[in-house]
């Protein structure tokens, strides 16, 4: 009572100075009230996956720039991640960080779209999430009727069945209205020893709306004694393939694909084969393209390590097989004017791939990819401007064609580098009309050895693989004698 009696006599004999005082508490409420709104309202803003910045990692591709994603910039419009499933369940949330990584949750936010109801139309903002995966991320909607949880295409999304995921990676796609220079092939290879291999190719071309179209099924056999066998049909009808999946039948020869596991049978000339190929689980590379709509190339490996168990024939020779090294990969686009470098390999630890085409008229500063996988799966990809070739020697095939003694890569990412030597034990030449007709296709089989780091970590490896470049024709040599130094052309690995 007497606090009071004081306060009330000073606001009665200074009114001014309590006035004062009082103005001055009021400013000091206001402004704590205002900061822990402000403060209430980051919190929540930190917990929402839905702003840049919010929940416990936002993965942006790189690139993009953050401060222009804040405030809404040009340069943060519309931008996706190419192969996010892939993303999604190898690079973030498989296995390799199963320990540091709690719960991934993709999601589309914000996207323009259009209803339509009758002459009526709105344009309104649309987002989509994976329920079970937003909830484990602490971004679940909070749902005031109905049910939001997973259905099939969630789960395949996240989880999908070996059936679904092999459906998603390797399937075959509708040429463009302009397709007679369309290809897609299905290429397999096998390695019986270190010293004898087959290559299997089965090959849609051409315009499948019209007459203009057919198929090819191409064997080649590397014989122990380094001598090769070439084998080759062509199929003008029953040709069939599915866009849905790696089903494939081309007359007599088909690729069906069942649980993750292929069937490839078929014949080419006097050559038959029959084996299923079972691709190791995380060891494949998701569907990319090259270029837009008609001028588009792609690639896809379903197998970059795998099994095969089955027979090859030869006439009435016939070879079984069991559990040997198998590689698969699917291609598809127009490749007139291409060349490639490409290459493939598994060691005691690790596989690598690399691979770029260069059309001519579309040059790329980094053209080229560089896989290196593990256990896990993918550890780093890097990029390189160029394959170097390092001497030379004939190459079988085609008279006067070199080959590279040689080859090395010098591959980088951030703060990681590569390089892989190639040495090359055998090397076969032959004619593609994709190049022009002005270069030799060269199908190499060689050692290699990488060294370098991978995400900070030292890597040291080596084993063998099959690779892919393109040389110069050598210049025509003219005899009376003569006429036939001009190679013919054989079948090789791409149309």
């Not at 931008?79 to 199963?98: M, P, W, Y």
């Not at 689980?281 to 379903?302: C, K, M, Q, T």
Request: proline fraction near 5%.
């Amino acid at each position: 009572m007497i606090f009071f009696a004081i306060a009330l006599r000073h606001l009665v004999v200074r009114p001014g100075r309590a006035l004062v005082l009082l103005l001055g508490y009021a400013l000091g409420v206001a402004v704590m009230i205002v900061l822990l709104s402000i403060g209430d309202a980051m919190l929540d803003q930190s917990r929402d996956a839905s702003l840049v910045g919010g929940g416990d990692l936002t993965a942006l591709p790189h690139g993009i720039d953050v401060e222009a994603m804040r405030t809404g910039g040009l340069a943060g419009m519309f931008f996706g991640i190419d192969g996010a499933r892939f993303v999604t369940r190898e690079l973030l949330g498989g296995s390799r960080h199963a320990r540091l990584v709690n719960a991934v949750s993709p999601e589309i936010a914000q996207k323009l779209i259009e209803i339509h109801s009758g002459d009526t139309t709105w344009s309104v903002r649309a987002g989509g999430r994976i329920p079970s995966e937003a909830r484990s991320a602490g971004t679940g909607l909070r749902i005031l009727n109905g049910r939001w949880a997973d259905d099939s295409a969630d789960r395949d999304w996240i989880a999908p069945t070996r059936q679904a995921l092999y459906d998603e990676i390797d399937r075959f796609h509708r040429p463009p209205n302009t397709g007679r220079d369309w290809a897609e092939w299905d290429y397999f290879n096998v390695v019986v020893s270190p010293r004898e291999w087959w290559y299997v190719t089965l090959l849609v071309g051409g315009d499948q709306r019209l007459t203009q179209s057919g198929g090819e099924v191409l064997v080649t056999h590397r014989l122990p004694d380094g001598e090769y066998q070439r084998f080759r049909s062509t199929v003008t009808s029953g040709v069939h393939f599915d866009i849905a999946r790696a089903d494939l039948t081309l007359g007599s020869s088909s690729v069906t694909q069942r649980n993750g596991v292929y069937d490839i049978r078929g014949s080419a000339g006097a050559a038959t084969f029959r084996f299923l190929l079972v691709p190791d689980a995380h060891h494949y590379f998701p569907p990319v393209e090259l270029g837009r709509d008609s001028n588009a190339s792609g690639y896809a490996v379903a197998a970059l390590t795998g099994t095969a168990t089955g027979r090859f024939c030869v006439r009435t020779s016939c070879r079984a097989i069991r559990d040997l090294p198998a590689y698969h990969d699917h291609n598809w686009g127009r490749w007139h004017g291409a060349t490639w470098e490409w290459g493939s390999g598994r060691g005691a630890s690790h596989a690598l791939l690399y691979g770029g085409v260069i059309i001519a008229g579309r040059p790329s500063a980094v053209p080229f990819f560089l896989l290196l996988d593990d256990s896990t799966g993918i550890e780093q990809i890097y990029r390189f401007s160029a394959v170097t070739p390092i001497g030379r020697h004939p190459a079988t095939g085609m008279a006067g064609v070199e080959a590279p003694d040689s080859l090395r890569i010098i591959a980088r990412r951030l703060d990681d580098s590569l390089q892989v030597t190639i040495a090359v034990d055998d090397a076969t030449a032959s004619m593609s009309a994709a190049a022009g007709g002005d270069r030799a296709f060269l199908q190499l089989r060689g050692k290699w050895v990488a060294r370098g780091t991978a995400v900070g970590s030292a890597v040291a490896d080596s084993g063998s693989g099959f690779f892919e470049t393109w040389v110069p024709l050598p210049p025509p040599r003219l005899s009376r004698f003569d006429s036939s130094s001009h190679p013919a052309r054989i079948n090789v690995r791409h149309p």
